[in-house]
Nanobody
């Protein structure tokens, strides 16, 4: 069993930055595929980014602005979000899975509770 706890969300003006954290317990993040998804009201859950042992995947809508990274010593995954836009407003979820297949779909084994990110115009 893997427990994931997100933090770092909040309210920011357009053009600003936030860094989300996902602290994991129960398994080592370097042994898992760790992903970030987001869900805005009335919309489907959207893939943001994922990191495997040696590869990083980034969603098209955030490419060039968001960066996923991992700190093995802290067993934590981060999502650095720069140049935020109002359309980035959503609840952001951290997720984990054991196999590096279908990583852009919400087909993950474990999920955090989510953290709200609100970007004002």
């Amino acid at each position: 069993q893997v427990q994931l706890i997100e933090s770092g969300g909040g309210l920011v003006q357009a053009g600003g930055s936030l860094r989300l954290s996902c602290a994991a317990s129960g398994r080592t993040v370097s042994d898992l595929v760790m992903g970030w998804f987001r869900q805005a009201p009335g919309k489907e859950r959207e893939f943001v980014a994922a990191i495997g042992r040696r590869t990083i995947f980034t969603g098209e809508s955030v490419k060039g602005r968001f960066t996923i990274s991992r700190d093995n010593a802290k067993n934590t995954v981060y999502l650095q979000m720069n140049n935020l836009k109002p359309e980035d407003t959503a609840v952001y979820y951290c997720a984990a899975k054991q196999t590096i297949v279908f990583i852009t779909t919400p087909n993950y084994d474990f999920w955090g509770q989510g953290t709200q990110v609100t970007v004002s115009a």
